[in-house]
T-cell receptor, first 113, second 113 residues
């Protein structure tokens, strides 16, 4: 099946620093998504990307859908303590009966105040 | 309105027992998804419902796992004869229609002793 490789696995940064994480896939996706999960909660959608080459921002977050449709990155600028959590990329190929999300293993972000 | 709710939030059971996990999707959402999150495997798709039917059951790991949905709303995931490797957080998500944003519940943490 499709596999997503997400890196880095974890990051420990100082408040105010910028963060970058990325995902690569062995096959193409039509949609790339970035979720954040905090302890005891389910993942929450941050950004959705629907078109190859698309660059989308949501506040301090910026994500891009790679031209090859096999990769995506997420940048967080000027990190703050509440950015702490696990960030997941997910790919989706919608159609027929296939609407599942395929997730990366996650990036654990720790922000030191 | 309310988000996706799941019950129980935590379940501890003995190996060999059956368990039922419940998901209440967001009102009006026709699509419902079950995922499993474990340390070694990350977030994995289990099954997807459109209305009361399940067009994609490809992620169910064995015939001990089953799910149903009634009235186009509540869904129950049943695990029979639980094994220790079934220990994980079981997450439910729903979307307005298939292919649109999936909203996740807080999950049920299952521990099999």
């Amino acid at each position: 099946g499709q596999q997503l490789n997400q890196s880095p696995q974890s990051m420990f940064i100082q408040e105010g620093e910028d963060v970058s994480m990325n995902c690569t896939s062995s096959s193409i996706f039509n949609t790339w998504l970035w979720y954040k999960q905090e302890p005891g909660e389910g993942p929450v959608l941050l950004i959705a990307l629907y078109k190859a080459g698309e660059l989308t921002s949501n506040g301090r977050l910026t994500a891009q859908f790679g031209i090859t449709r096999k990769d995506s990155f997420l940048n967080i600028s000027a990190s703050i303590p509440s950015d702490v959590g696990i960030y997941f990329c997910a790919g989706q190929n919608s159609g027929g009966s296939n609407y599942k999300l395929t997730f990366g293993k996650g990036t654990l972000l720790t922000v030191n105040p | 309105g309310a988000g996706v709710s799941q019950s129980p939030s935590n379940k501890v059971t003995e190996k060999g027992k059956d368990v039922e996990l419940r998901c209440d999707p967001i009102s009006g959402h026709t699509a419902l998804y079950w995922y499993r999150q474990s340390l070694g495997q990350g977030l994995e798709f289990l099954i997807y419902f459109q209305g009361n039917s399940a067009p994609d059951k490809s992620g169910l790991p064995s015939d001990r796992f089953s799910a149903e949905r009634t009235g186009g709303s509540v869904s129950t995931l049943t695990i029979q004869r639980t094994q220790q490797e079934d220990s994980a957080v079981y997450l439910c998500a729903s979307s307005t229609t298939p292919g649109l944003t999936q909203y996740f519940g807080p999950g049920t943490r299952l521990t099999v002793l």
